[in-house]
């Protein structure tokens, strides 16, 4: 963290801002507007009060008019009627405009970036612990977009020095008549001492609270660490089934060590002794400055107003404008302070959303065919994880054909899930080529090339949402063809008790009446979600690896009736879920050590497939013998 404190250029911090402004205005469009015209609004008004109160106790101390006084406060009343209807009217357009950018914020950039990137950088580590450094910063102290947002104090202490100067100028310019004793305050030198003053208070507040907010960005480290441990055990005893497991051993025990001892946060801990004790100092010096100079202002304009120079009224005018000239020039050095210590969390950002997309984007089209005639080639594919050395895949021939069964089988590790993540370009292949009817799948458009594929991954995710929007995947959707996946996936019978049918919320996330699913209803959806697509090739790999072998048995073979027409390629480490099938591909150490038919490789008893079988199916044996 020696860097925190680095100074940037006034330069650097313009730039990284603007471009920081730029990208949240992608998120925000009307923000900038809106915020401004609402800090605009917000810097003036405290003068209106000022302007009409001087000018009433000027004619209550002065010549006592009674029209002019009727005058000064029907005016007042009107305008401050006025304003309030119109603070209203801004806040009711700015607000709305700003609580959704604050929710946005942290969501909307990186995801729009997360779903358009290439998925080998999603999948990245190094892409994680930016994100999550990301989030940190965020949630410490703001860094990041949480102060761009607040960019527009900037602009609302601009316009109140602005404001406060306009209602300063008289106080110099009006002077004490030459015979009173106290002309001597007409002299330049009181302008230039109390601008000194004005200044200088300034500065140092600003300078107390920029040293506050550096001590609070110096502890980010620390500080984040120990947000990450609330957080980390605020997970662990509410989500299942870490939660259950916290119980059972106890382990509520450890997150009370962590937090009385360990987390910044702690009585006597880093936040306490670094952050808060010595800003109250600072605070507390800041307040002592201000009544001084506020008492040395409140005493010059006294006194002129005293030697005549002006009605008393203009004291109230002249204190409330240079006091409010001082506060608005320190809030302009603590906004900027500010932006300084956002540099580096803005360049982290712009790091994340400039990761750019290698990946080769290809315009071919895959044209839905509708004779379906499709063909895979693995041509000697092998393939390397982004910054591994071990080989995962390593010559890899293989093909087939629409309307194939194809099982693809191997113990845990051998590379099975690889070679889908590849068939479905979420890598490319480190070496030699994947075809599709004999052209490099790279030169395909990228969705249109994803639409032939319909997947469901062993770690399939359903959404807290309408049933019927988890399987169409879509907002609008064509019911009677979900409620037909449903049934072909085997959900027939329990949609018929989803209280409120296909629009039943799953899980009680978003809305308390929502159901939970069981893994195997779950699993039946996902197929379903999968079944809907309706594209040429539909993969599962493992989405049963929860169930016992002879149940994925069962519905595998149940599946390959609902599959048709379709291609099927089935994943398992479970040889006999997969025994129908056309074709067998057996991994080895990510490598095909043997295809064929299911009597055929079983007969080979050198082979893989042989070994593996007879090793399992002593299980089946017993399981069957138990059924
Ligand atoms: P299977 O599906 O046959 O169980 P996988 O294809 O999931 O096997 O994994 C093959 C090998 O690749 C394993 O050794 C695994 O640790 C490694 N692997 C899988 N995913 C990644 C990844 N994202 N980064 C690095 N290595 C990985």
Redesign the pocket.
């Given at each position: 963290m020696k860097n925190k404190t680095r100074k940037y250029s006034a330069r650097k911090i313009l730039q990284v801002h603007w471009r920081g402004a730029k990208e949240f205005h992608r998120i925000a469009p009307k923000f900038f507007l809106s915020q401004s015209c609402k800090a605009a609004f917000e810097a003036v008004t405290p003068y209106v009060t000022i302007f009409f109160s001087a000018r009433i106790i000027n004619e209550l101390a002065g010549l006592r008019r009674p029209e002019a006084l009727k005058y000064w406060v029907i005016l007042a009343l009107a305008v401050e009627a006025g304003l309030a209807l119109t603070r209203y009217g801004i806040a009711r357009w700015a607000d709305p405009i700003h609580s959704l950018a604050a929710y946005q914020e942290d969501t909307v950039p990186y995801l729009k970036k997360l779903f358009s990137m290439d998925y080998a950088d999603v999948?990245s580590q190094a892409t994680k612990e930016m994100l999550n450094k990301i989030r940190l910063n965020e949630s410490y102290v703001g860094l990041g977009f949480p102060t761009i947002r607040s960019m527009n104090e900037l602009l609302g202490a601009f316009i109140g020095i602005l404001s406060a100067i306009t209602l300063t100028i008289s106080l110099f310019t009006s002077k004490v008549p030459q015979e009173s004793p106290l002309a001597v305050l007409n002299q330049p030198l009181f302008f230039v001492m109390i601008l000194a003053l004005v200044v200088g208070t300034a500065l140092l507040s600003g300078y107390l609270s920029g040293k506050c907010w550096s001590m609070q960005v110096r502890l980010n480290e620390e500080g984040t660490q120990g947000n990450n441990i609330f957080g980390h055990f605020m997970s662990l005893g509410s989500q299942r089934p870490a939660s259950v497991d916290v119980r059972l051993y106890e382990q509520q025990e450890i997150a009370a060590h962590y937090f009385e001892t360990a987390s910044t946060f702690r009585h006597g801990g880093g936040y306490e002794t670094k952050v808060i004790k010595p800003g109250s100092w600072y605070d507390a010096f800041g307040a002592a400055l201000s009544a001084a100079l506020t008492g040395f202002i409140y005493l010059f304009t006294c006194l002129k107003a005293w030697g005549g120079a002006f009605g008393v009224g203009l004291v109230t005018q002249y204190v409330g404008a240079v006091t409010a000239l001082s506060r608005n020039i320190s809030n302009l050095l603590t906004s900027w302070g500010q932006l300084e210590g956002n540099v580096e969390a803005m360049e982290l950002i712009f790091e994340f959303l400039d990761i750019p997309n290698s990946m080769y984007q290809g315009s071919l089209t895959t044209e839905k065919r509708s004779d379906r005639q499709y063909e895979v080639e693995f041509k000697d594919v092998s393939f390397r994880?982004?910054n591994?050395e071990?080989w995962?895949l390593r010559h890899v021939n293989i093909r087939f054909q629409v309307g194939q069964r194809l099982a693809v089988v191997?113990?845990?590790?051998?590379?099975?899930?690889?070679?889908i993540?590849l068939l479905c370009r979420l890598y490319d292949p480190t070496e030699g080529q994947i075809l599709l009817n004999g052209i490099d799948i790279r030169k395909y458009d990228y969705r249109d090339y994803m639409n032939i594929f319909s997947v469901v991954f062993?770690d399939f995710q359903l959404i807290a949402q309408p049933l019927g929007n988890n399987v169409a995947g879509a907002m609008d959707y064509d019911r009677s063809k979900v409620e037909k996946a449903l049934r072909d996936a085997g959900f027939g019978d329990r949609l018929a008790e989803m209280p409120k049918g296909l629009d039943t919320y799953l899980y009680k996330d978003l809305d308390k009446e929502g159901v939970e699913v069981s893994g195997g209803e779950a699993q039946k959806i996902a197929i379903a979600r999968a079944l809907y697509k309706d594209a040429p090739f539909i993969i599962l790999?493992?989405p049963t690896a929860a169930l016992d072998p002879l149940a994925e048995a069962e519905i595998y073979s149940k599946f390959d009736q609902i599959a048709g027409d379709r291609t099927a390629v089935y994943?398992s480490?479970r040889l006999s879920s997969c025994k129908f099938c056309d074709e067998i591909a057996v991994?080895d150490h990510?490598q095909v050590v043997q295809q064929g038919g299911h009597e055929e490789l079983l007969s080979n008893e050198s082979g893989k497939y042989h070994e593996l079988w007879h090793a399992q199916a002593q299980y089946y044996a017993q399981k069957e013998a138990e059924g």
């Open positions: 999948d994880y982004p591994t071990a995962v191997g113990e845990n590790g051998s590379g099975k899930t690889t070679f993540k062993q790999d493992e994943i480490h991994f990510g």
